[in-house]
């Protein structure tokens, strides 16, 4: 495992620091990238009423549910301290003398960072004491599923995305930042990311699904994702073939977007796709979309898709009115920021927000882990068990310890 280096005890130390002090911190990984950063809000959370702004001025990692609720609110996480494994320093992001209630915090921060930066300190970190862990059973799930399919052939909606929850009891030694770095050794074109925000509690996920991304070349990208197949050493990308029930639940995402676009009357798009893509132990379907920025006049086009985006029929369905409702009557949990989205913004002029799948999140002394499935017509309730077991592979393997 090639996790050691100068900046792990940075980053172990920075985190725990935060976990110290009640402050959010946020650690992630682009896709195809090999720096690691992390930002550190010093003014505790903030709640946002609306999706982030990802044009503003603000500069930070949002954390937003697949609903917003009293127990999930929109979390932003702003930039005041943030570090990069590259570079290996801390960067301040405001001035001290501009800011004088952040002088004696930021000495506590500073004391107690240098005291344990040469321990394993990541072994604690925020946990959401407002809800509490629940597992889905299989017989509970095949029955949803079989009444999804049954909706769809009484021409309720056309699909819905369907998903459980398992839990996994933590080893007691069980360090934080030593999960998110074999996530990051081992998925490297996914979007990997550890979240902490005291009273919400504490996610990590390894996500293949870009929601709404602006670069610093102001291109603007999304991607329908959808239709699931297992990687194997006979059947790779390249040889991959789709059934009719994969194909429709992606171009359905795909209609899904270009309406979004429709919608605000964009036509100066390209799309490419689909074609298909790794995820881990997965293979999907994916199309790209993007806009080049600075020839349409659409300034604010990041918020407005993200706005209209969230949540897409790849995490809910379509149409989403009915869909979503079946999902609250009959999924029996709560998502919370399982399907939301996350991701750095305005951090080093780029935005990148995430769909939050292949997640977890920690409790005291478990892990429950995510995942859903498509459901249409031709869904079979046990093979949509099977592929949610199979993308909750992602997250399960940093949980068990390898045997020596
Ligand atoms: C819902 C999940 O994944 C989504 C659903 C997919 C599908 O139904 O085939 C594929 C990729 C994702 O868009 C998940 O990972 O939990």
């Known amino acids: 495992m090639t996790?050691?280096?100068?900046?792990?005890n940075t980053l172990e130390a920075l985190f725990a620091t935060a976990v110290r002090f009640n402050l959010p911190v946020a650690v992630w990984r682009l896709p195809d990238s090999a720096e690691i950063k992390l930002c550190l809000s010093l003014r505790g959370v903030q709640t946002l009423a609306t999706v982030p702004h990802l044009e503003g001025g603000l500069s930070g990692f949002a954390f937003y549910p697949f609903q917003i609720t009293g127990n999930n609110p929109a979390a932003f996480i702003n930039a005041d301290i943030t570090f990069s494994s590259l570079s290996s320093k801390l960067k301040f992001n405001f001035k001290l003398n501009e800011n004088p209630e952040y002088v004696a915090l930021v000495k506590?921060?500073?004391e107690y960072f240098q005291k344990i930066k040469d321990t394993r300190s990541a072994t604690t970190w925020h946990v959401n004491r407002h809800v509490l862990p629940t597992e889905t059973n299989k017989p509970d799930f095949m029955t949803v599923v079989a009444k999804a399919v049954r909706a769809i052939e009484d021409g309720l909606f056309e699909k819905v995305v369907l998903s459980r929850t398992k839990a996994y009891p933590l080893e007691t030694d069980f360090n934080v930042l030593q999960g998110f770095c074999q996530l990051q050794a081992k998925y490297k074109n996914a979007f990997v990311s550890l979240v902490s925000i005291p009273e919400v509690g504490t996610w990590m996920g390894a996500s293949p699904e870009i929601l709404v991304q602006i670069n610093s070349k102001k291109l603007f990208k999304t991607v329908?994702?959808?239709g699931t197949q297992p990687l194997t050493p006979e059947i790779n990308p390249a040889k991959a073939r789709w059934g009719q029930k994969e194909i429709e639940e992606q171009s359905m995402v795909e209609r899904y977007i270009l309406n979004c676009f429709k919608s605000i009357r964009l036509r100066?798009?390209?799309e490419a796709g689909p074609r298909t893509v790794v995820a881990g132990n997965l293979m999907h379907l994916r199309t790209d979309f993007t806009v080049?920025?600075?020839q349409v006049p659409f300034p604010k086009l990041g918020t407005d898709m993200l706005t209209l985006l969230h949540p897409t029929s790849a995490v809910c369905g379509m149409p989403k009115q009915p869909a979503t409702e079946f999902i609250y009557q009959n999924e029996?949990?709560?998502?919370?920021?399982?399907?939301?989205?996350?991701g750095p913004v305005q951090v080093d002029g780029e935005s990148h927000i995430f769909v939050n799948l292949r997640c977890l999140q920690l409790f005291e002394d478990l892990a429950?882990?995510?995942a859903g499935a498509g459901i249409t017509a031709e869904?079979?309730?046990e093979k949509e068990w099977q592929e949610t077991k199979l993308k909750m592979e992602t997250m399960r393997e940093i949980m068990v310890k390898k045997k020596k």
């Open 379 to 381: 869904s079979e309730p």
């Open 3 to 8: 996790l050691e280096g100068d900046y792990r």
């Open 332 to 342: 029996g949990y709560d998502r919370a920021y399982y399907s939301g989205f996350l």
């Open 108 to 110: 506590r921060l500073q």
């Open 224 to 226: 329908a994702l959808a």
């Open 292 to 294: 080049d920025m600075t």
């Open 368 to 370: 429950l882990l995510y």
């Open 268 to 270: 100066e798009y390209t």
